[in-house]
Protein backbone atom coordinates (compact mmCIF):
# COMPACT_ATOMS: atom_id res chain seq x y z
CA UNK A 1 0.00 0.00 0.00
CA UNK A 2 2.80 2.21 0.44
CA UNK A 3 4.22 1.98 -2.74
CA UNK A 4 1.06 2.97 -4.24
CA UNK A 5 0.62 6.18 -2.14
CA UNK A 6 4.32 7.18 -3.45
CA UNK A 7 5.85 6.44 0.07
CA UNK A 8 7.92 3.72 -1.49
CA UNK A 9 10.95 2.64 0.20
CA UNK A 10 12.62 5.88 0.36
CA UNK A 11 10.24 7.03 1.94
CA UNK A 12 8.61 10.80 1.09
CA UNK A 13 4.74 9.66 0.22
CA UNK A 14 3.38 12.06 -1.86
CA UNK A 15 3.83 15.35 0.04
CA UNK A 16 7.21 15.49 0.50
CA UNK A 17 10.90 14.13 -0.25
CA UNK A 18 13.38 15.08 -2.27
CA UNK A 19 10.77 13.69 -5.18
CA UNK A 20 8.78 16.90 -4.20
CA UNK A 21 11.20 18.61 -3.61
CA UNK A 22 12.96 18.18 -7.16
CA UNK A 23 9.24 18.70 -8.55
CA UNK A 24 8.38 21.85 -6.73
CA UNK A 25 12.24 23.01 -7.95
CA UNK A 26 11.63 21.87 -11.38
CA UNK A 27 7.84 23.54 -11.38
CA UNK A 28 9.43 27.16 -10.04
CA UNK A 29 12.27 27.44 -12.84
CA UNK A 30 9.82 26.38 -15.62
CA UNK A 31 7.32 29.67 -14.28
CA UNK A 32 10.32 31.54 -14.15
CA UNK A 33 11.17 31.19 -17.82
CA UNK A 34 7.74 31.53 -18.75
CA UNK A 35 7.90 34.82 -17.04
CA UNK A 36 10.43 35.66 -18.69
CA UNK A 37 9.51 34.51 -22.21
CA UNK A 38 5.80 36.30 -21.38
CA UNK A 39 8.11 39.71 -20.43
CA UNK A 40 9.99 39.25 -23.61
CA UNK A 41 6.97 38.93 -26.07
CA UNK A 42 5.23 41.85 -24.43
CA UNK A 43 8.73 44.08 -24.97
CA UNK A 44 8.47 43.00 -28.29
CA UNK A 45 5.05 43.55 -28.81
CA UNK A 46 5.54 47.14 -27.79
CA UNK A 47 8.20 47.67 -29.89
CA UNK A 48 6.24 46.40 -32.84
CA UNK A 49 3.53 49.07 -32.13
CA UNK A 50 6.00 51.86 -31.54
CA UNK A 51 7.49 50.97 -35.47
CA UNK A 52 3.72 50.33 -36.65
CA UNK A 53 2.41 53.50 -35.37
CA UNK A 54 5.45 55.23 -36.42
CA UNK A 55 4.96 54.00 -39.95
CA UNK A 56 1.37 55.20 -40.08
CA UNK A 57 2.54 58.17 -39.12
CA UNK A 58 4.80 58.70 -42.01
CA UNK A 59 1.66 57.26 -44.09
CA UNK A 60 -0.76 59.98 -43.06
CA UNK A 61 2.10 62.94 -43.33
CA UNK A 62 2.24 61.96 -47.44
CA UNK A 63 -1.35 61.72 -47.67
CA UNK A 64 -1.06 65.12 -46.43
CA UNK A 65 2.11 66.03 -48.41
CA UNK A 66 -0.17 64.89 -51.78
CA UNK A 67 -3.77 66.49 -50.72
CA UNK A 68 -1.27 69.48 -50.55
CA UNK A 69 0.14 69.00 -53.51
CA UNK A 70 -3.48 68.48 -55.52
CA UNK A 71 -4.48 71.81 -54.05
CA UNK A 72 -1.39 73.90 -55.61
CA UNK A 73 -1.77 72.15 -58.73
CA UNK A 74 -5.71 72.86 -58.92
CA UNK A 75 -4.86 76.65 -57.83
CA UNK A 76 -2.65 76.75 -60.92
CA UNK A 77 -4.84 75.27 -63.19
CA UNK A 78 -7.21 77.59 -62.42
CA UNK A 79 -4.30 79.97 -63.53
CA UNK A 80 -3.58 78.00 -66.71
CA UNK A 81 -0.55 77.39 -65.05
CA UNK A 82 -0.66 74.08 -64.28
CA UNK A 83 -0.67 70.36 -66.68
CA UNK A 84 -3.40 68.17 -66.76
CA UNK A 85 -1.24 65.03 -66.64
CA UNK A 86 0.63 66.54 -63.41
CA UNK A 87 -2.56 66.99 -61.23
CA UNK A 88 -3.81 63.25 -62.67
CA UNK A 89 -0.07 61.86 -61.46
CA UNK A 90 -0.54 63.80 -58.14
CA UNK A 91 -4.12 62.49 -57.29
CA UNK A 92 -2.53 58.84 -58.30
CA UNK A 93 0.05 59.45 -55.69
CA UNK A 94 -2.62 60.61 -53.13
CA UNK A 95 -4.38 57.42 -53.95
CA UNK A 96 -1.45 55.32 -53.56
CA UNK A 97 -0.53 57.38 -50.15
CA UNK A 98 -4.03 56.45 -49.08
CA UNK A 99 -3.93 52.63 -49.11
CA UNK A 100 -0.26 52.50 -47.59
CA UNK A 101 -1.71 54.60 -44.92
CA UNK A 102 -4.67 52.12 -44.56
CA UNK A 103 -2.16 49.47 -44.81
CA UNK A 104 -0.20 51.13 -42.09
CA UNK A 105 -3.09 51.63 -39.87
CA UNK A 106 -4.21 48.63 -40.18
CA UNK A 107 -0.73 46.42 -39.02
CA UNK A 108 -1.13 48.98 -35.87
CA UNK A 109 -4.02 48.13 -35.03
CA UNK A 110 -2.43 44.06 -35.32
CA UNK A 111 0.25 44.56 -33.38
CA UNK A 112 -1.90 46.20 -30.56
CA UNK A 113 -3.74 43.17 -30.56
CA UNK A 114 -0.63 41.52 -30.75
CA UNK A 115 0.41 43.03 -27.64
CA UNK A 116 -3.11 42.39 -25.45
CA UNK A 117 -2.29 38.68 -26.62
CA UNK A 118 1.13 38.41 -24.84
CA UNK A 119 -0.38 40.59 -21.92
CA UNK A 120 -3.14 37.71 -21.41
CA UNK A 121 -6.03 40.30 -22.07
CA UNK A 122 -7.99 38.95 -24.73
CA UNK A 123 -8.50 35.92 -22.88
CA UNK A 124 -9.88 38.25 -20.10
CA UNK A 125 -12.11 40.25 -22.55
CA UNK A 126 -13.08 37.57 -24.41
CA UNK A 127 -14.05 34.89 -22.90
CA UNK A 128 -17.10 34.34 -21.11
CA UNK A 129 -15.79 34.22 -17.20
CA UNK A 130 -17.41 32.86 -14.10
CA UNK A 131 -14.51 33.76 -11.77
CA UNK A 132 -15.09 37.23 -10.27
CA UNK A 133 -11.76 37.93 -9.03
CA UNK A 134 -10.50 37.37 -12.77
CA UNK A 135 -13.26 38.99 -14.78
CA UNK A 136 -13.09 42.48 -12.25
CA UNK A 137 -9.65 42.46 -11.29
Given at each position: ?????????????????????????????????????????????????EARHEAAVIARDAVVHWDQRIAELEQARDVSKS??????EANLKRIEAQSQLVEAVTAWQVARVQLEEAQGLLVRDCAPCHNSILCNP
Open positions: RAAAEGGGPRGGGAFGGACGRRRDGARRRAAAQRQREVRDEVRLAVATIDWGELV
